[in-house]
């Protein structure tokens, strides 16, 4: 399955038929979960499979199946989560099922703030599985990246919690630098699922590297990266 076609087609939605999956299905699902490819292997993310009864959160849309994401407390445990995940987001939505990622929702059976990290709903969608790439309303490349790369129209093209983009990306000599927007800085705050954004953005970069047929090596301390913009923060670089 190619995940990368599905990156200008897939949609947050947020309508859903109550009527659970299939079991053959969510196997299906839970076999592809261990073939995801992490960013970071040393980062260990759990998920685990619950139904519209095990988890609480503002707003969360009436769906059959919700994926709580969780993992141990470590710097770059959100990055990964959202670069791990975003691959499931891809597959479903290449599988015809609707999804969305759920920034406040996780298990009701864990404390907020303790292990879970958030939630992705997903089920049978009311309405398209996807849309047209013109649908798509997500910043220019001139405000997101310094220097062009073709592959970075797959990063552009990433969700992010309220669509806000809180990313900014620097090409040099082949390399693609990654840095997020602050904490503090977007919504005061309140918002601080920078880090998860951008690993989703950095899960189509993956994808884009992969399509090209270039190596992909993501390095969180590479020696030589570009002084971070005002109001950002240094992550990583791909190389």
Not at 106 to 114: R, Y
């Amino acid at each position: 399955m190619n995940l990368h076609d599905q990156i200008p087609l897939r949609k947050s939605c947020r309508k859903y038929s109550q009527d659970p999956l299939p079991s053959e299905v969510l196997a299906e699902i839970e076999a592809f979960i261990p073939t995801m490819q992490p960013l970071l292997p040393d980062v260990v993310i759990n998920h685990r499979i619950v139904g519209p009864r095990d988890v609480r959160g503002l707003l969360a849309p009436k769906a059959p199946h919700f994926v709580v994401i969780s993992g141990k407390q470590h710097p770059h445990r959100d990055l990964c989560a959202g670069f791990l995940f975003q691959q499931l987001d891809l597959y479903l939505s290449a599988c015809g099922l609707g999804c969305c990622w759920l920034g406040v929702t996780k298990g009701k059976e864990s404390p907020f703030g303790e292990d879970d990290i958030l939630a992705i709903c997903f089920g049978t969608p009311i309405g398209p599985a996807t849309r047209m790439r013109s649908e798509c309303k997500r910043k220019p490349l001139a405000e997101i990246a310094t220097g062009t790369d073709p592959r970075l129209e797959a990063a552009r093209l990433a969700p992010s919690g309220r669509n806000l983009q809180p990313w900014h990306f620097i090409v040099e000599s082949g390399n693609i630098h990654a840095y997020y927007q602050a904490p503090g800085k977007l919504w005061g705050l309140l918002y601080t699922l920078q880090p998860l954004d951008l690993g989703i953005a950095l899960c189509h970069l993956y994808l884009a590297t992969k399509a090209a047929g270039i190596p992909f090596q993501f390095d969180p301390a590479y020696p030589k990266a570009p002084k971070a913009p005002s109001g950002f923060a240094y992550v990583g670089t791909v190389c």
